[in-house]
């Protein structure tokens, strides 16, 4: 390897393996550490992260970029070497154009805004909240100001967790889908689906077995990974042979635990995909949120609470917990874990209503930065907004605009990740069901490993190689689409009402 | 405060914060890190070290501390700014003559010789271990020569651990120590004691009900700390607020946990009471191994293997074993935990005989260095002494010379500590005694508060302000001595066999 590529990629390696040290700390605050050791965690966090700042943006690394890619210039432009060199130039560019002091300030808010939202909410009270979101808020809207290459500011924010995707693009993603959606949600909201399968008295010890034991048919290998307990779950690539995913309890209501450690395994997958060859490079980690979360809603939804895979978890189910679930059978289940109902919390939603959770807030969230609506306007705006899209009233804005630890953290433009990534896995879906032939008889059979292979090949070990559209395109041949997460929605939601799809159009 | 000792504050501050990560990577990987991310965990561990020392070493900090030194000159020589600025200087001089080519050579050998051990060890296959062990002492015989300011080769070694200390004195103690300790183990090893209280069944979840309660007694608070179980015990102070001590558990043997868990927790004591404004400084530490030491045995033994605290325990083990331990009284408690009898296994020795394994220890390792053995001598020097000091024979090198990690992982220098800190634990416990008054009676009656507060107020808060003898000669007035030690262990021998204190002379 030639001499300039190796000294970038020597420096790059040891900016990685400080967010290794980082990803730990994140992943034991929320596991571990004992409550007192919160301040003094977050300022070695913070230093981390400043000393990861400081050596990425320092001009030396930008030297080195520029004596790596002019040795490139007649390399493969899809070579590893190639895209690492363009991948951390663009985020070398944009790092680089936040002024320090800028950036350690919304680092701050967001950290301050965290804590003063979790007792907001737990008070109901958001006019505490609010000075902290209006801070957070000016502080997005200072942060866009430093670039001059985006078509619009809401862009610059969006491309942090999904680059180079634009806004325009997702309105008009989203305005299809939420077309489509709030018909097929009206004509099957009103019928009702038993749901007794799946409430009722779950013995932990019982429910911990059955995690475990749906985890290893994902793939899920003690040896390199953990399963921990957390109310927010999560899951946290820390290095090669270290990804850690929690998941959370509730006696009396059985999806809670199965389903967000389906979703966090999902996730997981994705960490432990990425090849060897790009670990410990800014290339070794998912190219996106969409993706990311393509890859869990993928495995919760499409094959945790898909028929096929319903035929392997109610007599899994049955045979750990007995008494009434002694009897569960496959379609009961299947019935029971898709019912289709607005509602008003968006980390509890059905697949189809959470889509317009998030069609609202990625609405909200340009109006708030492009100065339609300002923070204190932001329970009145959602409310209207959740009445409309939803049919609901909000009865409190704790059930309302404070549910979401996002904003308050200055996460903004993070949102609409989590629907592009139902879009995407439906559009991997189609594509491995394709390629597989047997994908519903493999599922059927509890053999998860053929589809995991699949996005292995296809998703996971590319890394951050391409952005999500270009990976997607390798993958399926196309860019984002609605149609193939509605087609999928309205087969799925026909097949649990037992209306025709025909009736679900839009 | 003024500019130059500020600046140089921020600058170690960042260090230290990045300590922190460093100190949570190192717990994980022994308490929680799924097996296959080792490796990627021992170059993020290398790359934040790598980091820190070069941070450290740079010329900049090098004129920081010169400039605030500058402005201090007519400060307090014994406020926090001055102790900082010299010990922090005096760090910075050692550690920049080191070349980071040997520094980084030192921990890849060390990391490499660990793993060759563990192996070496199950199989007692010494002659697999002996190169590594071979380089780690050429190594540490090349890191000597980087110094000129040390009486001899040795010193330097012993200094990284023991600050200040030098082997003449250590040499001076530990004959002593040795011409007081062979008779008196020689009086009493051939008594049986009746060790049958605490082997049996224990089953495993009192035992950690006992832990638990005797850790509370202690001050164990779960709002700060964390108790996890390895396979070696050992404790971290990872940052304010956060102290995490580890034990292991035998289901045969009840004096594993419950002393490994007093142990560490003592070592734990101090980590959580240093003085929250030396926190995320250089002096925010213990000042030495050999203090540190002084505070778990003082924990383990002289509380928790003491007759008074003995009287809380017994009642305690009856109550939660019951059967055969139902009518345990806390004479045959006391005995059963004080029994002296020479053995191989350095970690498993009794007060008495354990000092014997460090004089060995502390003798093998200055001939290494010093030219006078070899590695390969090892094995027969090893169990001539073995031979001599505990008159054992050593059936193999397993439970013989490479017993120990130590050696393995480059750490030469570091025994010697073990057995100083007895002696200063018998130093401070006089005192304490003396400031105290009624010492005996608090411990028999479970309050191990006014102890805990003593040592905080005369040790923990203290950092590492001061060096391990300048701490001892301000909270009882002397450097480290032989005689408390001994008149200790004489009249606690005296009272667990039942022969007077005069036969136990020397």
């Known amino acids: 390897m030639s001499s300039a590529v190796q000294a970038l990629r020597d420096r790059l390696t040891e900016l990685e393996d400080l967010r290794h040290a980082a990803a730990l700390m994140g992943w034991d605050q929320q596991t571990m550490m004992p409550t007192r050791g919160a301040t003094a965690r977050a300022e070695a966090i ?10 990425f943006i320092a001009e030396e690394t930008g030297e080195l970029l520029e004596a790596a890619a002019e040795e490139l210039r007649s390399a493969d432009p899809d070579g590893d070497d190639r895209r690492l060199v363009e991948v951390a130039a663009r985020r070398w560019d944009k790092s680089r154009r936040v002024p320090t002091s800028l950036a350690s300030e ?30 957070n808020v000016s502080l997005a809207r200072e942060y866009v100001t430093c670039f001059e290459n985006f078509d619009c500011a809401y862009d610059a924010l969006l491309d942090d967790y999904e680059p180079e995707m634009k806004s325009s693009g997702v309105s ?38 059955l995690v475990a034991q749906v985890m290893a048919l994902m793939g899920f290998d003690p040896a390199g990974w953990r399963l921990d307990d957390t109310v927010h779950p999560f899951a946290s690539g820390i290095g090669e042979g270290d990804v850690r995913i929690t998941t959370r309890w ?35 980690r998912a190219c996106s949120l969409g993706l990311h979360e393509s890859q869990s809603r993928l495995w919760e939804n499409m094959v945790g609470r898909g028929r096929p895979f319903c035929g392997v978890l109610a007599p899994l189910i049955a045979r750990l917990f007995g008494g009434a679930q002694s009897a569960l059978c496959s379609d009961s289940l299947f019935r029971a874990v898709n019912i289709v109902t607005p509602s008003l919390i968006r980390v509890e939603a059905d697949e189809a209503t ?22 204190s306007d932001l329970p009145h705006e959602w409310n209207t907004r959740v009445k409309q899209y939803l049919g609901l009233d909000v009865p409190n804005d704790a059930s309302g605009v404070l549910q979401d630890v996002h904003w308050s953290a200055g996460l903004i433009g993070y ?20 390629d597989l032939g047997a994908l519903d008889e493999q599922l059927a059979a509890g053999q998860l490993s053929p589809l995991r292979e699949w996005l292995r090949e296809h998703v996971h070990r590319f890394g951050a190689k391409y952005t999500g559209t270009d990976l997607l395109k390798r993958a399926v041949g196309d860019g984002i689409r609605v149609e193939p997460f509605v087609d999928y929605l309205r087969r799925k939601v026909s097949d649990v009402y037992g209306v025709a799809v025909s009736e679900l159009d839009g």
């Open 46 to 55: 913070a230093a981390i992260e400043r000393v990861r700042h400081g050596k």
């Open 106 to 135: 919304i680092a701050r808010a967001g950290s301050i805004g965290q804590r003063v939202w979790v007792t907001a909410r737990s008070s109901n009270d958001f006019t505490a909240f609010a000075p902290y979101l209006e801070r």
């Open 172 to 209: 008009r993603l989203f305005s299809k889908l939420k077309s489509q959606l709030v018909p097929l949600i009206a004509r099957v909201a009103p019928v009702t689906i038993d749901d007794s399968p799946v409430n009722g008295s779950f013995p932990l010890s019982r429910q911990r077995e």
């Open 250 to 284: 509730s006696e009396s209501y059985l999806p809670m635990s199965l389903y967000s450690a389906m979703h966090e395994c999902g996730h997981g997958l994705y960490e432990e995909g990425i090849a060897p060859t790009l670990r410990r490079t800014p290339l070794g």
């Open 354 to 375: 959470y889509a317009l959770h998030i069609v609202l807030r990625f609405e909200l969230e340009q109006d708030l930065i492009e100065g339609r609506v300002e923070a």
């Open 415 to 434: 949102f609409p990740t989590y629907a592009l990534g139902s879009l995407i896995a439906a559009q991997l879906w189609e594509r491995a069901e394709a």
